[in-house]
């Protein structure tokens, strides 16, 4: 047993096995009779990297997890000190001698903020159950740690009380927060500083990054960190980058010209001839409000440590896609129904100036609207160094292809559990705008979707009431799973 440390009960192994799952702290191996050092020595580094840990070996990783008992390290000392000259960190091994069979585990630390660990000149992360390089996105994450906030560093230090209100649009302030303008400039200065958007200096002032991108009269103005961040808007002529038909790049502020590049991008859209029958009257492709939510949202989560890159509305003849630089800190399928904000900051402002709603609600509001209009199921991608969201044109159901009906089943799935009802046969083909006649073929929609491992059968009711679990194509319940099918609460019901 190591000295070095609290030594661990058979209750706390106890505790492990009935853990949910495998969390970002502790890793399972069963490793009855031996187990790599390389494998072991990455495992330190990917668990050191996202906080430090617990390795254990001798437990099953899948649930239910048991103790089956380990032979590898047999001498915990030895690995300990083949650790620490390998990798130049201390990580305490310790064996415990539980009833089932001897449990080896592995006390991770984590790594000093700023300096992320590597192995052989590869910085790692876990992926699922893998262990992966770490991603660009998270190595400038890790490197910028103790750094300040983005938004709170300087854009412009050293202007006078007359440079602040001549560079920033101090009206659409006051005019988003419904306030009345204050009758002096030093309530304006002072409203400014409780926000954040500028500092005291030695008397003179800073204007931050977060007051320059968000109400800079004109980000040109500002050094290129700032004026390069400006949205852009580019028009296509087709269902390619071939022929650019229209561009225009964002001269304000996020908050002071969001309502023009909204109006821009809006009324550029082509219109929803399906709908125009239906109401009589003329009805952009795009909802307006779908718009404002992934723009509004596009602006918030993007990666501002991302230099030379920014906010992209490209629009094509069959589509119109938002992007923003960097990958997101929550896995695409759980847009829906979880939110985790990059820049919390930027987002509680944006949403006190009415630009964005309450959290985590926009991309529920962007999949509700795809419903009502009609239009394929939004798209949620991520790329390299992107985050991109995508909304197809109308589409009859004749026209969409199988990940199209698939998508729009799941995401149909997430709206009615958010929404604490059930889906069912019916309100999948009102999705789809299919009569009762086709209700095999939402069935068969359903078990396509159930196949991609995004839903499976529920049995919570039917085990209640005894009544037998349901066949593969013809599931009573559903609920949805995320990338790694790791199961949600129930979602609904299928009749």
């Not at 390998?86 to 539980?98: I, N, P, Q, Y």
């Amino acid at each position: 047993m190591n000295n070095h440390l609290d030594s661990t009960s058979l209750q706390q192994i106890e505790s492990w096995l009935v853990a949910p799952r495998e969390t970002e702290h502790l890793e399972f191996k069963e490793a009855k009779a031996q187990y790599s050092t390389e494998k072991i020595l990455r495992y330190c580094v990917a668990l050191a990297n996202e906080g430090g840990g617990k390795l254990v070996l001798g437990v099953t990783d899948k649930p239910p997890r048991q103790v089956v008992g380990s032979n590898a390290f047999a001498n915990p000392a030895d690995i300990q000190g083949k650790i620490l000259h390998s990798l130049g960190f201390r990580v305490d091994v310790e064996e415990v001698a539980h009833p089932s069979g001897r449990v080896v585990v592995f006390h991770i630390p984590p790594r000093p903020a700023g300096r992320p660990y590597h192995y052989e000149g590869a910085y790692l992360m876990r992926s699922g159950e893998e262990v992966v390089p770490m991603t660009e996105d998270r190595l400038r994450q890790v490197f910028s740690e103790g750094q300040p906030d983005w938004l709170t560093r300087s854009a412009l230090a050293g202007v006078s009380a007359d440079d602040v209100v001549a560079l920033l649009d101090t009206q659409s302030y006051f005019d988003l927060m419904k306030l009345p303008y204050p009758t002096s400039r030093d309530g304006v200065i002072e409203k400014l500083i409780t926000e954040g958007l500028i500092e005291r200096g030695q008397g003179d002032w800073t204007i931050t990054n977060m007051g320059a991108i968000l109400f800079a009269k004109k980000l040109s103005e500002f050094p290129a960190a700032i004026a390069r961040k400006a949205a852009r808007v580019v028009l296509y002529d087709g269902v390619n980058k071939t022929k650019t038909k229209g561009e225009r790049l964002g001269v304000r502020g996020y908050a002071a010209g969001f309502s023009g590049l909204l109006e821009y991008v809006h009324t550029s859209a082509p219109q929803n001839k399906y709908l125009e029958e239906v109401v009589r009257e003329e009805v952009k492709m795009f909802p307006l409000q779908a718009l404002r939510e992934l723009i509004a949202n596009a602006l918030i989560h993007q990666d501002f440590e991302v230099a030379g890159a920014s906010v992209m509305v490209e629009m094509y003849s069959d589509r119109v896609e938002i992007s923003n630089p960097g990958r997101p800190p929550i896995e695409v399928d759980r847009f829906i129904d979880e939110y985790v904000s990059r820049n919390e900051r930027l987002a509680g402002l944006m949403r006190r100036l009415g630009i964005c709603e309450e959290k985590g609600s926009g991309v529920d509001k962007v999949v509700s609207l795809a419903e009502m209009y009609q239009l394929p199921a939004p798209d949620f991608r991520v790329s390299e160094l992107r985050t991109i969201a995508v909304l197809f044109v109308h589409q009859g159901f004749a026209q969409m292809s199988r990940p199209d009906r698939t998508r729009a089943c799941y995401q149909h799935c997430c709206l009615r559990y958010i929404s604490n009802q059930r889906m069912t046969n019916q309100s999948l083909r009102e999705r789809f705008g299919l009569p009762e006649s086709k209700t095999a073929t939402a069935s068969q929609i359903i078990a396509q979707t159930k196949d991609k491992q995004l839903i499976k059968p529920d049995e919570t009711e039917s085990q209640s009431t005894g009544t037998p679990a349901t066949s593969p194509t013809g599931p009573d319940q559903t609920e949805c799973l995320n990338a790694n099918t790791r199961p949600r609460p129930t979602l609904g019901k299928f009749l």
